[in-house]
T-cell receptor, first 115, second 111 residues
Framework: EAGVAQSPRYKIIEKRQSVAFWCNPISGHATLYWYQQILGQGPKLLIQFQNNGVVDDSQLPKDRFSAERLKGVDSTLKIQPAKLEDSAVYLC?????????????FGQGTRLTVV | GEDVEQSLFLSVREGDSSVINCTYTDSSSTYLYWYKQEPGAGLQLLTYIFSNMDMKQDQRLTVLLNKKDKHLSLRIADTQTGDSAIYFCAFMDTGRRALTFGSGTRLQVQP
């Protein structure tokens, strides 16, 4: 079974530029999560999708971050414009159904450096 | 919301047992988890325990849950160099139905 795929693995941008991350969840997984992991901290939930609908985006800085999950499969997370404090690893995870976190699988993440 | 605390660092010798601790504030979580993160890798679910259990053993891993003290621990028996990683405790936020993580404990295993 293929795991959660994320790209790119690494990205370096200057502040005020824009960036996008892509996630392909495990086939058949209805729930998709984006987490932000700042160095030295645990992952923090940014947004949760159930199929193509947003379940929770209360922690997403909506003035600069946006995410979508067209057709309920792949998802993209965008930052525009980026700030220095956005430097982090962005992790995507998927699970079979909402709340079934015993079945959540994480991708390797995208490491973003904003200079 | 959940407030989760972990010690930052633990160093043990190969073959010894490791005990990683976690304290939390919200006791409504149904599941409590331990994840492992190796350098440059995503999070790997190691084990989990239901909130109505006190202990769960899975090969070299033992999870202990003290609900009265809101304390969760992970014991790794016969620790190997391959166990060197960051370990996160995590809880399912019952309101948001998503995982809330601690800050992680870096385990260093010395040969």
């Amino acid at each position: 079974e293929a795991g959660v795929a994320q790209s790119p693995r690494y990205k370096i941008i200057e502040k005020r530029q824009s960036v996008a991350f892509w996630c392909n969840p495990i086939s058949g997984h209805a729930t998709l999560y984006w987490y932000q992991q700042i160095l030295g901290q645990g992952p923090k939930l940014l947004i949760q999708f159930q199929n193509n609908g947003v379940v929770d985006d209360s922690q997403l800085p909506k003035d600069r971050f946006s995410a979508e999950r067209l057709k309920g499969v792949d998802s993209t997370l965008k930052i525009q414009p980026a700030k220095l404090e956005d430097s982090a690893v962005y992790l995507c995870a998927s699970s079979l159904r909402k709340g079934a976190t015993t079945e959540a699988f994480f991708g390797q993440g995208t490491r973003l450096t904003v200079v | 919301g959940e407030d989760v605390e972990q010690s930052l660092f633990l160093s043990v010798r190969e073959g010894d047992s490791s005990v990683i601790n976690c304290t939390y504030t919200d006791s409504s979580s149904t599941y409590l988890y331990w994840y492992k993160q190796e350098p440059g890798a995503g999070l790997q679910l190691l084990t989990y325990i239901f909130s109505n259990m006190d202990m769960k053993q899975d090969q070299r891993l033992t999870v202990l849950l003290n609900k009265k003290d809101k304390h969760l621990s992970l014991r790794i028996a016969d620790t190997q160099t391959g166990d060197s990683a960051i370990y996160f405790c995590a809880f399912m936020d019952t309101g948001r139905r998503a995982l809330t993580f601690g800050s992680g404990t870096r385990l260093q295993v010395q040969p």
